[in-house]
Structures are given as structure tokens and as C-alpha cells.
């Protein structure tokens, strides 16, 4: 394996400096303007054009996980784990057209905010208090984690904790300076992340070439791919038999194949990109026609990004299954599939990988600014200013956001020093995918239910919220000991830790279905028009021809996609 050479440290240093020093100048001629308000500071308000939304996204979206648990889903199932990124481009749609109408016309610049407004201050509360927990102990982690193990395992040293240390630090530049500064870097960001993300998957596709004695040819090598793991690319799983091996039942429980359709993927995608401050952040301080545009630019991008974060982990597979990279895969004996890509990272010529590295923590960068500055937002808007500090002043809230920004980190050092959470054992993207998803279920039959349902009242919130949670936990501890491993509702399939599981997904669906039931018996029994409800309007979701032919492109590549790798 080829180690840096000077020409890599040379383009990460001139990358660090172009994000930092252009971040810099964005912060001091907004300095030099005079703003300093918190709704600046926190949602860059009506500073963000459409492309810097949709790459802020993507920058935001695509981090340790995706490159690293990606591409490690990648290497163990193969396309399938696509759906992830294509569904998303399909639920942006959504957003772009439902959602964020009734988030702007409302004024809502918080998620919490938009359940006080629609309901009652405690499912604020609630809320606010879950979601600062899942940033800090699932995404900021795991990404921090992520992210290290995969350059410390590309610098082929002992540097995993210093790693830690210098990105959160870089993250801490950057989103010190408010949400614009995030936005606008972003940009270079997505641009790196890209440029670096398709070098790597060319020299990954080469390499496959090189290796079945086809030459340099990455077309060739993408063919290899398919010939030799056919079942890499098959978007729907088959449920395994009675008698499958466990790797084969492992996989099913990551993606049961068509069934996480009928609920699972779309709670996760809808959830995530419609009911998360983390990303609705980047729209909520823009005009309606440049917000749908920014979120609709980032679904065109969605569908891409398999080829950056997916098949890097199937051509390591392919190397892996036929004799190579058995080193870069399994240092130490142990195999890891996490460690797909930083094992080709580890090939690529002289220059190139500084580019790739560069671009890898370009997305980790990102994320952790993106995700830092949201439970800065949440902690200062729904919790400092609410309960704490009603009088503060606007200069008072930024600070005391830079302190909330500042704590998540060093808490989110602690906690991956040693890898407390045990991110190394899941799966990075499992690990995110299934965590989250304890409270995916609650949060999305609340907002769907409080956008829509008038008649949705706040006791009914409140039992969703808790009851979503619970019955995720249900669902995926304890239903197939409690009723079996084989009903109408479900198959438990066994773990290979002497228990039985519900494939996560599934268990969403459901715990979304009773979730959002109880939630209309109890609302039933409340008034037919809650005092609090929306008012919606048809002309909120009319879209321009613009906006429509974006819409159109999008869904017919995701049928070529589904159609092409069904």
C-alpha cells in the first residue's frame, strides 16, 4: 500500500485552508454588515441561494457513514443499500412540495418550534430533549468514529484519537461562524467530495480491472463487478429459507427486501429530511421558490451518490472474495467491512489521495458542523431562551449557541474515544439507521398527523412521541419472544447471537401504523378542528413548470434505476 507522499499533504493543507479562509472571509463581511442576530446565526436567513441549499444538503447528508457505513453495506449486500439514497430523492419531492410550504408559511424556524405552535409546549419539551440526545449520542459519534478509524486505517498508523481531536476541532472553525458560513462552505465541500468521491470509485473500478487481467480500464472493471457478484446487485433480497447461512439472514435483516417498501424506508427518508432540524435548517430561512429548488438540486444529487459510497465497498468485495486486499481488509486477521473503504483508499496514486482524503473529511467536516449547529440551535431556541434565559439578548443567544457547540464536541470526543456506544460492533450506517429509528416512527405520525389531520390534538402528540419510542423498542427487543417468531405481522429471523430479530425496518413499519392509530382514537375523542391546526391553502402547493420538470427528470431516473438492478 502506497503511503503520503508530499504532494498529498500539500492538496489536504491547501483544502483546509481554502474551507477555513473562505469560511472566514464569509464570517467577516457579514461581520462587517453589521448582522448578528440569531436567526443569522442559526438559519443564515434569506442569505442561502437554491445551489447552496442543495449542496449543503448533500454536504451535510454524505458523511462517515455514508463513505465509510456505506460502502461497508456495500461490500456485505451490495446495491440494495441504494435505496437509501433513491427513496431519498423521491421523499425530497415530497418535502419539497407538502412540507416546507407549511414550515415557511408558519414561520417555523425549529422543529420543536413547530410542535409547540401545532401542539403544546410539552411536546416541545419532549421533542427537544430527544432529538439533542440522538445528535450528540448517535450522529456526532458515529460520525466522529467513522471518520477516524477510516484515515487512521489510510495513514497506516497509531493516530485514531489525534484524528478525533483535529476534526472536531476543524468542524468547531467552521461552525462557529452561524449558519452561513456552514451553507456557503459547504459548496467547496460538496465540490471536494465529489471531484475526490469519483476518483476513488475510478481507481476502485481499475483496480478490479487490473486484478482479473482486463487492463486499466474502470468500465471493464465495473462489468467484472457484475459478473462475479451478481448477487451485489440485486435491489430486492429474497427472504432466506429455514436452512440460509447467517450471512445470508445478516443481510436480510439490513434490507428485507421488498417489505421495507411498504413502510420502513420511507419512514426513514421522510423523518429524516422532513421532520429533522439537522436538515430542514438549510431551508427554513429561504423564499419558497428557492428553498423547493435547493431541496429538489439535492435529490438530482441523491441519485448519484451510490457510485462515490457504494461501489468503492462492492469492489473491495469482489477484490476481498478473490484474493486481494485481504490485508487492507482484515488488519490484524479481523475482517471488517467497515473497513471497505479506506482499503482502497489505500491504492490510489500519489496525489489522488490526498484528493480522496481530502474529500472524506470534507463530508465528515461537514456533518459535524451541520449537525453541531442544529443542537445549537435547539438547545439555544427551544430550551436556553424558553426555560432558562427569557430575556436574553440577541448577542447573549449566539453565545451561548458557540458554548452548546463547543460542549456537543467535547462530549462526542469523550464518547468516541473508546468507542463507548460500540459504533465498531453494529455497522456505522446500521449502527445511525437503527438507533435513529427508535424515534423515527413517533416523530413522523406526529408531524404527518399535525401537518394534515386537523383534527390531530396535543394529549394525541404526546402519546405518539412516547409511544412511537416504546413500541421501537418493543419491536425490536422483545415481540418474537412475547408472541412468536412467526405471525401475520412479522418473521424473526435468527441473529447469530443466540437470539431472534425483526429486521429494523420492519419493525418501523409497524410501530408507525399503531403509533399513528392510536394517535386517531385518541384525537377522535377531541374536537373535529383543533384550535391550533394549519390552515392550508391549495395555492401553498402549486409548483412552478420549473419546479415540475425537475420533479418529472427525477422520478423517471429512479424507475430507469429500480427497473435497470430490480
Same mark, same amino acid.
Given at each position: 500500500m502506497s503511503k503520503f507522499a508530499s504532494i498529498d499533504y500539500i492538496i489536504f493543507i491547501v483544502y483546509f485552508f481554502l474551507v477555513a479562509g473562505y469560511g472566514y472571509w464569509i464570517y467577516r463581511s457579514k461581520k462587517q454588515k453589521g448582522v448578528s442576530d440569531s436567526k443569522d446565526f442559526f438559519l443564515a436567513e434569506g442569505s442561502l441561494t437554491w445551489w447552496a441549499i442543495g449542496a449543503s444538503l448533500i454536504a451535510s447528508n454524505i458523511s462517515a457513514e455514508q463513505f465509510i457505513g456505506m460502502s461497508g453495506n456495500g461490500f456485505v449486500v451490495g446495491v440494495a443499500v441504494a435505496a437509501y439514497e433513491w427513496v431519498a430523492a423521491i421523499v425530497l419531492i415530497i418535502v419539497a412540495v407538502w412540507f416546507i410550504p407549511v414550515y415557511l408559511k408558519n414561520k417555523i424556524f425549529t422543529m420543536p418550534q413547530f410542535l409547540q405552535t401545532r401542539y403544546n409546549e410539552t411536546v416541545s419539551l419532549i421533542m427537544a430533549i430527544f432529538w439533542l440526545f440522538l445528535y450528540v449520542f448517535v450522529n456526532l459519534t458515529s460520525i466522529l468514529f467513522l471518520g477516524a478509524l477510516a484515515i487512521n486505517n489510510i495513514a497506516g498508523g497509531d493516530y485514531f484519537h489525534i484524528i478525533i481531536v483535529a476534526m472536531a476541532i476543524f468542524a468547531l472553525v467552521i461552525t462557529l461562524g452561524g449558519m452561513k458560513v456552514i451553507g456557503f462552505t459547504d459548496v467547496i465541500q460538496v465540490v471536494v467530495l465529489v471531484i475526490g468521491g469519483l476518483a476513488t470509485t475510478?481507481?476502485?473500478?481499475?483496480?478490479?480491472?487490473?486484478?482479473f487481467g482486463l487492463g486499466t480500464d474502470a468500465i471493464a472493471g465495473f462489468h467484472a463487478l457484475m459478473e462475479k457478484a451478481p448477487d451485489h446487485f440485486k435491489m430486492i433480497l429474497d427472504k432466506p429459507s429455514v436452512n440460509a447461512p447467517q450471512a445470508e439472514i445478516n443481510k436480510y435483516l439490513m434490507l428485507p427486501g421488498i417489505t421495507m417498501y411498504f413502510a420502513g424506508q420511507w419512514i426513514v427518508n421522510l423523518n429524516y429530511w422532513g421532520c429533522n432540524q &439537522?436538515?430542514?435548517?438549510?431551508?427554513? #430561512?429561504?423564499?419558497?421558490?428557492? =428553498?423547493?429548488? /435547493?431541496? $429538489?438540486? !439535492?435529490?438530482?444529487?441523491?441519485?448519484?451518490?451510490?457510485?462515490?459510497?457504494?461501489?468503492?465497498?462492492?469492489?473491495? &468485495?469482489?477484490?476481498?472474495?478473490?484474493? #486481494?486486499?485481504?490485508?487492507?481488509? =482484515?488488519?490484524? /486477521?479481523? $475482517?471488517? !467491512?467497515?473497513?471497505a473503504y479506506s482499503a482502497v483508499l489505500g491504492f490510489l496514486p500519489t496525489g489522488l489521495k490526498g484528493l480522496s482524503v481530502a474529500a472524506l473529511t470534507a463530508a465528515i467536516v461537514a456533518s459535524l458542523a451541520g449537525k453541531a449547529n442544529s443542537i445549537s440551535t435547539i438547545f439555544t431556541l427551544d430550551i436556553y431562551k424558553k426555560y432558562i434565559n427569557k430575556e436574553a439578548s440577541e448577542q447573549k443567544l449566539v453565545t451561548t449557541g458557540r458554548l452548546a457547540i463547543v460542549a456537543a464536541m467535547v462530549l462526542s470526543i469523550l464518547l468516541t474515544w473508546e468507542d463507548l456506544l460500540g459504533i465498531g460492533g453494529e455497522g456505522g450506517f446500521t449502527f445511525i439507521q437503527k438507533y435513529t429509528g427508535f424515534i423515527s416512527p413517533g416523530v413522523l405520525a406526529v408531524f404527518l398527523l399535525g401537518m394534515f389531520w386537523k383534527r390531530t390534538t396535543g394529549t394525541a402528540a404526546i402519546v405518539g412521541i412516547i409511544l412511537g419510542f416504546l413500541l421501537s423498542v418493543f419491536f425490536n427487543n422483545y415481540a418474537p419472544g412475547v408472541f412468536g417468531n412467526e405471525n401475520i405481522l412479522w418473521t424473526a429471523f435468527p441473529n447469530g447471537k443466540g437470539g431472534f430479530e425483526?429486521?429494523?425496518?420492519?419493525?418501523?413499519?409497524?410501530?408507525?401504523?399503531?403509533?399513528?392509530?392510536?394517535?386517531?382514537?385518541?384525537?377522535?375523542?377531541?374536537?373535529?378542528?383543533?384550535?391550533?391546526?394549519?390552515?392550508?391553502?391549495?395555492?401553498?402547493?402549486?409548483?412552478?413548470?420549473?419546479?415540475?420538470?425537475?420533479?418529472?427528470v427525477t422520478c423517471l431516473l429512479v424507475a430507469a434505476l429500480y427497473i435497470k438492478f430490480w
Open positions: 475510478y481507481i476502485a473500478l481499475t483496480l478490479v480491472s487490473e486484478h &439537522y436538515i430542514t435548517q438549510r431551508a427554513l #430561512g429561504a423564499d419558497l421558490k428557492t =428553498a423547493r429548488t /435547493g431541496i $429538489l438540486f !439535492a435529490g438530482l444529487m441523491k441519485l448519484a451518490m451510490p457510485i462515490i459510497v457504494m461501489l468503492p465497498g462492492i469492489a473491495a &468485495y469482489v477484490l476481498y472474495t478473490n484474493g #486481494g486486499l485481504q490485508a487492507e481488509m =482484515a488488519p490484524g /486477521g479481523k $475482517l471488517m !467491512a467497515d473497513n425483526i429486521p429494523f425496518l420492519v419493525c418501523m413499519g409497524w410501530a408507525f401504523f399503531f403509533t399513528a392509530l392510536a394517535m386517531v382514537l385518541i384525537s377522535l375523542a377531541g374536537p373535529k378542528v383543533n384550535p391550533k391546526a394549519y390552515v392550508l391553502e391549495k395555492r401553498m402547493f402549486k409548483v412552478a413548470p420549473s419546479t415540475m420538470a425537475l420533479i418529472v
